[in-house]
């Protein structure tokens, strides 16, 4: 099959990625409660016709916006992909100094799932794709410990994790991705070994109160 992109496809995808820069930004600069998909059509140039052929509605545009990033991220080598969670800790490290250098792009996409409440389809493969490999390992816990020791795993290593080192303790990705590698792998052992601690509900009773 012919791999050359042709003219149409290469307008077609120049066109997608314009209007995926403009809603980040947007999004950083107003807040992402304020923009508007009729605005960010506006900002770009583009007819309210041809945005909606791109992105049908406001999820589109963030599961395409959470997409694209990743693909930009793997295609320059910046971002890792992992295919077992052994590999997580190497890729967090490599992933946290890839989103410091889509900065913008990666805290848009932060602001705009957190205030919709929603992830992107990508980012909710990922956290179900966490709990189904840690569910080996997290066999020996009640059900509600083995979703919070997944769950807190999972947001170990996402994007919002990096914000809030970059921005609240002034932290690179290179300055953190380390640390929070360090803390997914020791938790990682802790649950390949059957003598280590285990989640306690000790002070629930009293957390009641």
């Known amino acids: 099959m012919d791999s050359v992109e042709t003219p149409r496809r290469k307008d077609w995808r120049a066109t997608r990625e314009l209007i995926l820069e403009t809603f980040a930004r947007m999004a950083v600069e107003d807040g992402p409660r304020d923009v508007s998909i009729q605005q960010v059509a506006d900002r770009a140039g583009i007819a309210h016709r041809t945005f909606y052929r791109h992105f049908p509605n406001r999820q589109a545009l ?12 793997i295609e320059r080598g910046q971002m890792q992909s992992i295919d077992t969670i052994e590999e997580l800790p190497e890729a967090v490290v490599a992933n946290a ?4 250098r889509d900065a913008e792009m990666i805290k848009a996409l932060v602001l705009i799932t957190w205030e919709s409440g929603q992830m992107s389809d990508i980012q909710q493969r990922r956290t179900d794709e966490t709990h189904d490999a840690l569910a080996p390992l997290t066999a020996d816990l009640s059900p509600d410990h083995a979703r919070a020791v ?9 994007s919002r994790t990096w914000l809030a080192m970059r921005e609240e303790f ?12 360090w803390a997914i792998q020791l938790m990682l052992d802790a649950l390949h070994d059957p003598s280590a601690p285990r989640p306690s509900s000790a002070g629930r009773e009293g957390n009641a109160r």
Do not use: K
């Not at 100094?97 to 410091?100: E, G, I, L, M």
């Not at 997944?150 to 996402?158: F, N, P, T, V």
């Not at 002034?170 to 590698?181: D, E, H, K, M």
């Open 170 to 181: 002034g932290l690179s990705g290179a300055q953190s991705g380390p640390v929070i590698a």
């Open 62 to 73: 963030i599961d395409e916006l959470a997409e694209w990033l990743v693909e930009r991220g």
């Open 150 to 158: 997944s769950s807190l795993i999972r947001y170990l290593y996402s």
């Open 97 to 100: 100094v890839a989103f410091d």
